[in-house]
């Protein structure tokens, strides 16, 4: 059974950074898609960033292209989510999903395992 932990979220201020982590057991995933969904409060969960587990592909949602860097450690089963230059918007629940398959998909029915979430609070 795979299961996905995610670390790393907590409070900001505007301008901040944050790393997330992403630690994946329970499966043989090295062709498996990663990707980071978060929900802002009272909003639909909305695509972040995928990335690749065979060969580090990433694709980003336009809000977070230049600000966010996906990566993976294989050693470690862990991928990555950077977060610079945060703002009060970046405020949401934070979650790794996976889904196994090559495609990178921004459509979170795509992905069949999911964390539980890790709160990121931006303060103005």
């Known amino acids: 059974q795979v299961r996905l932990v995610e670390s790393g979220g907590g409070l900001v201020q505007t301008g901040g950074y944050l790393r997330l982590s992403c630690v994946v057991s329970?499966?043989?995933?090295?062709?498996?898609?990663m990707a980071w969904f978060r929900q802002p409060p009272g909003k639909e969960r909305e695509f972040v960033a995928g990335?690749?587990?065979?060969?580090?592909?990433?694709y980003y949602s336009d809000s977070a292209k230049g600000r966010f860097t996906a990566s993976r450690d294989s050693a470690r089963n862990t991928v990555y989510l950077q977060m610079f230059s945060l703002t009060p918007e970046d405020t949401a629940v934070y979650y790794c999903?996976?889904?196994?398959?090559?495609?990178?998909?921004?459509?979170?029915?795509?992905?069949?395992?999911w964390g539980q979430g890790t709160q990121v609070t931006v303060s103005s």
């Open positions: 329970g499966g043989t995933f090295s062709d498996w898609a």
């Open positions: 990335i690749r587990w065979k060969d580090g592909n990433t």
């Open positions: 999903a996976a889904r196994d398959g090559y495609p990178l998909y921004s459509d979170s029915g795509m992905y069949t395992d």
